[in-house]
């Protein structure tokens, strides 16, 4: 069974930037497509970016459109995602998010495993 393991959160100041990582186990990153979404309390969850399996497809949310960029290390089985000009409104629990599929296919759902989350906060 795929497992996902999100590291990277904390405490940050609004302008700052942060990178998260989505450490994949138990199954080939490299035949996986990914994404990265947020949930705020009290809040749907939003989603902020996904790459595909082979790295050449992104697509990105509204949220965070020209502040995050997604990548991926196949070798390493590492998916990130680089957050800059932290805003008040970022404030979540950060998950990734993973489904079998074809090397270039890119969606913004349909996920099959989901890991546990990390967090950021930002202050002002």
């Known amino acids: 069974q795929v497992q996902l393991v999100e590291s990277g959160g904390g405490l940050v100041q609004a302008g700052d930037s942060l990178r998260l990582s989505c450490v994949v186990s138990?199954?080939?990153?490299?035949?996986?497509?990914m994404g990265w979404f947020r949930q705020a309390p009290g809040k749907e969850r939003e989603f902020v970016a996904a790459?595909?399996?082979?790295?050449?497809?992104?697509i990105y949310g509204d949220g965070g459109k020209g502040r995050v960029t997604i990548s991926r290390d196949n070798a390493k089985n590492t998916v990130y995602i680089q957050m800059n000009g932290l805003r008040p409104e970022d404030p979540a629990g950060y998950y990734c998010?993973?489904?079998?599929?074809?090397?270039?296919?890119?969606?913004?759902?349909?996920?099959?495993?989901w890991g546990q989350g990390t967090q950021v906060t930002v202050s002002s």
């Open positions: 790459i595909s399996a082979s790295g050449r497809s992104t």
């Open positions: 998010a993973e489904k079998s599929s074809y090397p270039d296919y890119i969606s913004r759902g349909d996920f099959h495993y």
């Open positions: 138990g199954g080939t990153s490299s035949n996986l497509r």
